[in-house]
C-alpha cells in the first residue's frame, strides 16, 4: 500500500495569513492527489485533484503543487471560515489512501 | 441533482451484521468505480473497499477483507456494503465515493454511521 505522510498534523495562523500543508507518499503517485477539506459534523469536500486542479467553486486562494511523491497544499490568505482538518488522498493506487489530516484553527 | 446517499446504519452488536446502500442520483451510475470510505468517531479517513463499474472487480482494504463485501446494481444506481462479523473498531461513519477525479466530480453524501456495541 501507498502511504501519505501528512503534516503538520495541527497548525494556528491569523486570518490573512499565507498556510502551507504537506504530504509526501511512499512513492511516486504521478499527481494523483486530491485536498479534502472537512468541518465538524460535514462530510469531506474535494477542493483539488489531479494535484493543482482547483474543483469548480472552490476559491482560489486554494492551490496545490508538487509532483513525484511531495505535494503542498496552500491557502494563500486564510478566512475565518476556513477553520477545518485538511485530507491529503492519494488515487493513484486503487486502493486509496489518506494522509493523518491537518487541523487548521485561526488565532 | 447530483448526489450520493447513504443509509443502512445503525447500532449493532459485535458478531453481527449489517448492510450500508448508497443511492446515487443525477450521475451516470453504471459508468464509474466506486468506494466506501469510513472515519472512526474522532479520527481520520480510512479507505475500506472499491468496485469496478460492471462490478465483476473488488479490493478490500486489509481490516475488512473476508469479513465486508461491496457490490453494486447498476439498474438501481446502488451501491452496497454487506458487513459481517462486525467489530467493535468498524464503529464508524461510512461514506460512499465515486472514483473518477475531474471538475464534475460528486459530493461525497453525509454519511451512515455504524456503531457496534453490545
Known amino acids: 500500500d501507498i502511504q501519505m505522510t501528512q503534516s503538520p498534523s495541527s497548525l494556528s495562523a491569523s486570518a490573512g495569513d499565507r498556510v502551507t500543508i504537506t504530504c509526501r507518499a511512499s512513492l511516486g503517485i504521478s499527481n494523483s492527489l486530491a485536498w479534502y477539506q472537512q468541518k465538524p459534523g460535514e462530510a469531506p469536500k474535494l477542493l483539488l485533484f489531479?494535484?493543482?486542479r482547483l474543483k469548480s467553486g472552490v476559491p482560489s486562494r486554494f492551490s496545490g503543487s508538487g509532483s513525484g511523491p511531495d505535494y503542498t497544499l496552500t491557502i494563500s490568505s486564510l478566512q475565518p471560515e476556513d477553520s477545518a482538518t485538511y485530507y491529503c488522498?492519494?488515487?493513484?493506487?486503487?486502493?486509496?489512501?489518506f494522509g493523518q489530516g491537518t487541523k487548521v484553527e485561526i488565532k | 441533482e447530483v448526489q450520493l446517499v447513504e443509509s443502512g446504519g445503525g447500532l449493532v452488536q459485535p458478531g453481527g451484521s449489517l448492510r450500508l446502500s448508497c443511492a446515487a442520483s443525477?450521475?451516470?451510475?453504471?459508468?464509474?468505480?466506486m468506494h466506501w470510505v469510513r472515519q472512526a468517531p474522532g479520527k481520520g479517513l480510512e479507505w475500506v473497499s472499491r468496485?469496478?463499474?460492471?462490478?465483476?472487480?473488488?479490493i478490500y482494504a486489509d481490516s475488512v477483507k473476508g469479513r465486508f463485501t461491496i457490490s453494486r446494481d447498476n439498474a438501481k444506481n446502488t451501491l452496497y456494503l454487506q458487513m459481517n462479523s462486525l467489530r467493535a473498531e468498524d464503529t464508524a461513519v461510512y461514506y460512499c465515493?465515486?472514483?473518477?477525479?475531474?471538475?464534475?466530480?460528486?459530493?461525497w453524501g453525509q454519511g451512515t454511521l455504524v456503531t457496534v456495541s453490545s
Open positions: 443525477g450521475l451516470t451510475f453504471s459508468s464509474f468505480w
Open positions: 468496485i469496478d463499474s460492471g462490478g465483476s472487480s473488488t
Open positions: 489531479a494535484a493543482s
Open positions: 488522498q492519494q488515487y493513484y493506487s486503487a486502493s486509496w489512501t
Open positions: 465515493a465515486r472514483g473518477l477525479f475531474r471538475d464534475d466530480y460528486t459530493p
